[in-house]
């Protein structure tokens, strides 16, 4: 991808893609899913306690841990896997062809890698950690985009309300987000 095209399309401090180019190729890939039947999941992570890593080491190391993140995400998915910024610290993948079960797996090891980092400044080293909601297409469920990206940000906040550092998968049977065992951990 060239330099033009490259700005336009990739979010500047994360290397991944912008929230604009995200939905209009998540859509895409949704579009496609629900017309062929195929399966599809998505995974949206989230840095714990963002907000304490700019406050204690400073907004640059804050951007070198979103730099990192969308490095990590971009060397460990594949590059059919969808990746952008949706937010602030929080990340959306779509992967296309792929299940809860295969997601979870993807997920709970980018989980790892994550808690393994470490991050230094001048004065010190310190490490970050992330939660992660998984939601998978359900064909008759799902007529939307959005519907789905709900169900993972659902799952999200479970994560974040029962510990931080964890994944948490949507289950329309279980009437909301469980936790599934993270073997990582």
Do not use: W
């Amino acid at each position: 991808m060239g330099g033009l095209e490259a700005s336009a399309t990739r979010d500047a401090r994360t290397g991944v893609l912008n929230r604009a180019t995200l939905f209009k190729l998540e859509r895409r890939d949704f579009a496609l899913a629900r017309r062929s039947g195929a399966r599809m999941s998505l995974m949206m992570l989230d840095i714990d306690f963002f907000k304490t890593v700019n406050d204690q080491h400073g907004h640059q190391s804050g951007d070198e841990v979103l730099r990192e993140i969308g490095e990590l995400l971009q060397k460990r998915l594949r590059r059919t896997d969808i990746i952008g910024r949706y937010g602030g610290e929080e990340f959306l993948v779509a992967l296309p062809n792929t299940g809860i079960e295969g997601t979870f797996v993807i997920a709970s090891d980018i989980r790892r890698l994550v808690s393994d980092c470490h991050f230094s400044t001048e004065d010190n080293y310190f490490h970050i950690t992330i939660s992660i909601g998984l939601a998978e297409l359900d064909h008759k469920k799902h007529q939307t985009l959005d519907k789905l990206i709900a169900e993972a940000d659902n799952a999200l906040y479970e994560a974040k309300n029962t510990g931080r550092n964890r994944v948490v998968a949507y289950s329309a049977g279980e009437g909301g987000a469980v936790a599934l065992p993270d073997t990582y951990k």
